[in-house]
């Protein structure tokens, strides 16, 4: 990718559901294929956290993933986080638009959309069903994000939602003049590993 400040080289990583994930984390962060790995909705556990960025320091690698978020044992959320190459927590979202089944099982909407300003570029979050909502992504583009992650929390199960999913994606992208990247997990169903500009 190219943005305002520099070129980046993203590797997106349709993960796997493995046993130990930290071992699946330090298989991808150590190779020299990308600068920056994108992991999906939910793929990292709070309480995996500072093994991951204590990877993201050893390797002097950015990561930029979904993550299950109980650092506060009161309100369970999904969120989006960005740690840099030192292991610094550097941008966080807390998802907005939540599915009924969210609901169901406990989590809680975040309450605001916000940019991340990076040494690499201005990054948000849309994820998941948020890529949905037009609005989420206008936000974002006012503030001048120059990327949208779309970690989404499973595989296309469909060809039909394969299409949506593609068709919204370039919508976003086009609408704010901004690069969308969808990574989803891997469920032996179709992957999305995409971005568009």
């Known amino acids: 990718f190219f943005n305002s400040m520099r070129q980046i080289k993203l590797g997106i990583v349709v993960a796997k559901p493995e046993t130990e994930i930290i071992s699946e984390v330090e298989k991808y962060i150590s190779s020299d294929w990308a600068d920056m790995l994108l ?5 990292l556990q709070s309480e995996n ?12 690698k ?11 044992p009161a309100h369970r959320m999904e969120s989006g986080i960005i740690i840099d190459p030192s292991g610094n927590i550097i941008g966080q979202h807390r998802k907005t638009s939540i ?17 991340i300003d990076t040494p690499l570029g201005k990054f948000g979050f849309a994820i998941c069903y948020e890529i949905h909502f037009p609005e989420v992504s206008r936000i974002l583009a006012l503030q001048g994000v120059e990327i949208i992650f779309n970690p989404i ?22 609408e704010n003049n901004a690069f969308v990247v969808g990574c989803s997990h891997f ?3 179709i992957p999305v590993a995409f971005a568009y500009a």
């Not at 960025?53 to 390797?59: G, I, S, T």
């Not at 599915?99 to 940019?115: F, P, Q």
């Not at 499973?154 to 976003?172: P, S």
């Open 49 to 60: 956290l500072e093994k991951v960025r204590e990877l993201a320091k050893n390797h002097k």
């Open 153 to 174: 929390g499973t595989g296309m199960w469909h060809e039909a939602q394969f299409g949506v999913w593609n068709a919204i994606a370039k919508a976003r992208a086009s």
């Open 187 to 189: 469920n032996d169903c």
């Open 62 to 72: 950015w990561i930029v993933s979904g993550m299950d978020d109980k650092r506060d």
């Open 39 to 43: 992991f999906p909705e939910g793929y």
């Open 99 to 115: 599915t009924k089944w969210e609901v169901e099982h406990g989590y809680e909407r975040g309450n605001s959309i916000k940019a």
